[in-house]
């Protein structure tokens, strides 16, 4: 049902119930052909799969669920021309939680580049704020300039912040689409690397300080201004992994 229909859209009105062939990032497609912003609808039917209870299932039924799911993983990962000793690795060995962001950074970056391209109304400009935490995505129209919509993304104070994750929920709050858990929800890293603001707190000084890794070797790091720690000698929190710059 379209309840917010946009200003310039002159081929259905406020109230009109339409029925959704194609999906796409930014929108849907009518049957009668129409693109449709997701900010223009509401969904009133869907038709979704039931997910079973799993608290309700019984100890046979929930054995039996499992192998369902590792047989059907299989037979996928055959089809699709994984080697089967990887697959059963994969399965085995799971993902370190630095493994999982940095997998979360990519697809965020991933994420900003599609849709930057895809959207064929306005153009989109980042205000990144490292030392606030926060990016600010705005869209404006091409021609006039005019600023259709912003989006927002702050990060949580006990957080490492990183630019690019927040690009990407700014971006999709700007667009009207739903923000991905695991944006919202991804680890925190735990592996210090070259680019990364750190703060840290010597072992023989209760001030702490934040500086930028310039170098890493053999468990000693050096700083942009020069500086250096030892990891035994320094608690080293990362509260900036964006890294910006380096080959961004």
């Given at each position: 049902m379209?309840?917010?229909r946009s200003l310039i859209e002159t081929r259905y009105k406020n109230g009109d119930v339409l029925k959704v062939t194609r999906y796409y990032d930014l929108g849907v497609f009518s049957e009668e052909d129409h693109g449709i912003w997701h900010?223009?609808?509401?969904?009133?039917?869907?038709?979704?799969?039931?997910?079973?209870?799993?608290?309700?299932?019984?100890?046979?039924?929930?054995?039996a669920l499992v192998e369902d799911v590792m047989k059907a993983l299989r037979t996928r990962s055959y089809k699709n021309g994984y080697d089967q000793g990887r697959f059963d690795a994969e399965?085995?060995?799971?993902?370190?939680?630095?493994?999982?962001?940095?997998?979360?950074?990519?697809?965020a970056k991933e994420d900003v580049r599609v849709?930057?391209?895809?959207?064929?109304?306005g153009a989109t400009?980042?205000?990144?704020?490292?030392?606030?935490?926060?990016?600010?995505?705005?869209r404006k129209a091409f021609g006039n300039g005019r600023v259709i919509s912003?989006?927002?993304?702050?990060?949580?104070?006990?957080?490492?912040?990183?630019?690019?994750?927040g690009k990407a929920i700014a971006l999709r709050r700007a667009l009207g689409l739903e923000v991905p858990s695991e944006y919202l929800n991804v680890p925190q890293p735990t592996e210090v690397r070259v680019g990364d603001v750190v703060r840290g707190r010597t072992s023989f000084s209760m001030d702490t300080y934040e500086e930028?890794?310039?170098?890493?070797?053999?468990?000693k790091y050096e700083y942009a201004s020069g500086g250096y720690d030892y990891t035994e000698d320094a608690d080293l929190v990362i509260i900036d992994d964006s890294r910006a710059g380096d080959g961004e």
């Open positions: 379209i309840t917010n900010t223009e609808y509401e969904v009133i039917v869907g038709e979704h799969t039931p997910i079973p209870n799993l608290d309700e299932m019984d100890y046979d039924e929930l054995v399965i085995e060995a799971p993902k370190s939680d630095q493994q999982k962001r940095d997998e979360v950074v990519e697809k849709l930057y391209y895809k959207d064929y109304v400009d980042f205000i990144v704020n490292a030392e606030k935490r926060t990016v600010v995505s705005i912003k989006g927002i993304a702050k990060c949580a104070p006990n957080d490492c912040f990183n630019a690019h994750i930028t890794v310039r170098k890493s070797d053999g468990g």
